[in-house]
């Protein structure tokens, strides 16, 4: 059975720091895109960071604008394990995180095909 799991949400103040992980299992997920995507209430779910390996030990990584020199997405290969951690945060970093995992480059949320189940960030102001 195919799972991705997610740890390591909570409540941080304004300008706290938290990392996320993601623990994929069932499979290899070496050649899939691994994301991070987030969903606050009455919003739609965005995008915030994806990573795919370009060439070996070679991996490109995309941010959204909203998170881009705050955040840092990496993986290790060889755990299946994807990371998001995340400093300075601020109180509309406030969601549910997921991690996902597609088998083609896209920040497309409906061409991510596993999912996990979600970890709340709450960010006090």
């Known amino acids: 059975q195919v799972k991705l799991v997610e740890s390591g949400g909570g409540l941080v103040q304004a300008g706290g720091s938290l990392r996320l992980s993601c623990a994929a299992s069932?499979?290899?997920?070496?050649?899939?895109?691994m994301g991070w995507f987030r969903q606050a209430p009455g919003k739609e779910r965005e995008v915030i960071a994806t990573?795919?390996?370009?060439?070996?030990?070679?991996?490109?990584?995309y941010y959204a604008d909203s998170v881009k020199g705050r955040f840092t997405i990496s993986r290790d290969n060889a755990n299946d394990t994807v990371w998001l951690q995340m400093n300075s945060l601020k109180p509309e970093d406030t969601a549910v995180y997921y991690c996902?995992?597609?088998?083609?480059?896209?920040?497309?949320?409906?061409?991510?095909?596993?999912w996990g189940q979600g970890t709340q960030v709450t960010v006090s102001s």
């Open positions: 069932g499979r290899t997920f070496s050649g899939d895109v």
């Open positions: 990573i795919r390996r370009i060439a070996t030990s070679t991996y490109y990584a």
């Open positions: 996902a995992a597609s088998p083609i480059a896209t920040m497309d949320p409906n061409k991510y095909i596993y």
